[in-house]
């Protein structure tokens, strides 16, 4: 272990990254076959190798290597400025690494597409801060979703197919907001619309959930049904929850990743980077 110090700032340990972990596809990979259109045949829906990426010399991400499996429930856990918002913009193509390989499924090679073609081809993202159209009813928020590819106003106006009506009630009864559906999304508490977000994402069917901090500021019982909704959609679709609570991350994880200064500093179960040295040392304290 090496340790630097600055005349800002306390001494920190610098821990390198574990080179095992989240280095192994076959190990992650649940066999599985995602939706339509993706090729999955190794069972892996996201594969991120040797990610890095630079602000202004700082290394935001640091050669990071991570790998989702189709169907799976991941939990990324660490310290503020370990890079989780950083990885999420790679994914979503906000941000472009500048070295390594970002690919959704086998083909698709987020480097060389834009935020609305990772959009379209299934990836969707959900901020911590819930961001609804509060003057549109619960429904015309998940109708305007659902047709992404129009303006609002064009889109209102335009008829749902049975079809399209159909999966916006499938959604409604997921996200338990069936008796709030003609309710005008401002007036929903906030636990309510960060349900409504995620069922804006629902009803657009993607193959990838990217979820960060998404308990923030609920109430128990919210944040009770926020595991058991995450762990209903998991195998039907993967998810990535980015969150600093350890008490819903044990309630949903089957595997957690903790990063520390851009990289992969270990992986397993909660119990297992829990019991790390490392992680107690850089994240969880004792």
């Known amino acids: 272990m090496r340790v630097t110090a600055t005349a800002e700032f306390m001494l920190e340990p610098i821990l390198e990254p574990n080179k ?13 076959a995602a939706g339509k259109g993706l090729n999955t045949r190794h069972g ?10 630079s602000f202004d010399g700082f290394k935001a991400l640091n050669d990071l290597n991570l790998y989702i499996g189709v169907g799976e429930l991941r939990c990324i856990i660490g310290p503020n400025g370990a890079g989780k918002t950083t990885l999420m913009d790679v994914i979503t193509g906000k ?5 390594g390989k970002a690919w959704f499924g086998e083909t698709l090679d987020l480097a060389a597409m834009s935020e609305v073609q990772i959009a379209q081809a299934g990836i969707g993202r959900k901020f911590q801060k819930p961001t609804v159209f509060e003057a549109l009813s619960v429904f015309e928020n998940l109708e305007l979703a659902q047709k992404t590819d129009k303006s609002v106003w064009a889109s209102l106006r335009a008829r749902l197919s049975g079809e399209q009506r159909d999966r916006i009630d499938e959604v409604l009864q997921t996200i338990r ?9 401002g007036l929903l508490s906030h636990g309510q619309k960060q349900f409504l977000e995620i069922g804006m994402l629902l009803v657009q069917d993607p ?8 308990v923030a500021g609920m109430t128990d019982a919210e944040t009770e049904f926020t595991a058991e909704l995450f ?6 679709h993967s998810l990535m929850v980015v ?3 350890m008490g819903f991350v044990g309630a949903i ?3 957690v990743t903790v990063l520390h200064q851009g990289s992969v500093l270990a992986e397993g179960s909660l119990e297992q980077v829990q019991a790390d040295e490392r992680v107690i040392e850089v994240y969880l304290g004792r």
């Open 44 to 53: 892996t829906i996201l594969t991120l190798e040797d990610i890095s990426v």
């Open 207 to 214: 193959q990838l959930l990217l979820l960060d901090e998404p």
């Open 253 to 255: 994880a089957d595997h």
């Open 231 to 236: 762990k209903s959609l998991a195998g039907k």
């Open 95 to 99: 941000t472009r690494p500048s070295h």
């Open 177 to 185: 907001l069936t008796a709030s559906v003609q309710r005008p999304a």
């Open 243 to 245: 969150e600093h609570d």
């Open 20 to 32: 095992d972990q989240g280095s192994s596809r076959d190990a992650i990979g649940l066999g599985q």
